[in-house]
């Protein structure tokens, strides 16, 4: 069964961190990009950060760049997002999603895989 | 970055009723749109890419339609599980895939 399973969320002050985990099962981990989606009851969802398969290939919205990294430990089947700086406005629930082609014409591409979430928490 | 506008913010249907939603792009974006469900406590859910193509497993009563900057989701007949969040997002600028802020389906 293809699956992606989060974990690491909680609660953290403002200007801590955190590093969340995504550990991929049921298919070819290292073929797929991946992505970390977050979602608020106020902005719903948000896509965060993005690592491709290629080292080094990596892209974060502007509201989250310069403070998160996103990284992927191939051997481990693993996606990881480590988090500094945290601000009140990071508290959401964070998803990560893999990212797959779909060969219509033109070809598109989708997030068809998504995990059950982990919650973060910046509060003092 | 592409802005994306949905319509309306929330709605309310019944059981058995055709429901339709707009996503707007800020620029046209051909066929490159995707829909998303979400439902309270569940990951969302891939329903349409394309513009128009159906997901696997997606019941055929969800059809997508639309191109450049104007697109549909429609729901025939709904059903009491299809409550919840529909987003639209574009996938014209990989991978920075903004979503619109969300359509409320309330049954």
């Known amino acids: 069964e293809v699956q992606l399973v989060e974990s690491g969320g909680g609660l953290v002050q403002p200007g801590g961190s955190l590093r969340l985990s995504c550990v991929a099962s049921g298919f070819t981990f290292s073929s797929y990009d991946m992505h970390w989606v977050r979602h608020t009851a106020g902005k719903g969802l948000e896509w965060v950060s993005a690592?491709?398969?290629?080292?080094?290939?990596?892209n974060y919205s502007g509201s989250v760049k310069g403070r998160f990294s996103i990284s992927r430990e191939n051997a481990k089947n693993t996606l990881y997002l480590q988090m500094d700086s945290l601000r009140a406005g990071d508290t959401a629930v964070y998803y990560c999603?893999?990212?797959?082609?779909?060969?219509?014409?033109?070809?598109?591409?989708?997030?068809?895989?998504w995990g059950p979430g982990t919650t973060v928490t910046v509060s003092s | 970055d592409i802005q994306m506008t949905q319509s309306p913010s929330s709605l309310s249907a019944s059981i058995g009723d055709r429901v339709t939603i707009s996503c707007r792009a800020s620029?046209?974006?051909?066929?490159?749109l995707n829909w998303y469900q979400h439902r309270p406590g569940k990951a969302p859910k891939l329903l349409i890419y394309a513009a128009s193509s159906l997901h696997s497993g997606v019941p055929t009563r969800f059809s997508g339609s639309g191109s450049g900057t104007d697109f549909t989701l429609t729901i025939n007949s709904l059903q009491p599980e299809d409550f919840g969040t529909y987003y639209c997002q574009q996938s014209y600028y990989t991978p920075r895939h903004g979503f619109g802020q969300g359509t409320k389906l309330e049954i």
């Open positions: 999603a893999r990212g797959k082609y779909f060969w219509t014409a033109p070809p598109n591409y989708g997030m068809d895989v």
């Open positions: 690592i491709g398969t290629v080292p080094g290939d990596t």
């Open positions: 620029q046209s974006i051909g066929s490159y």
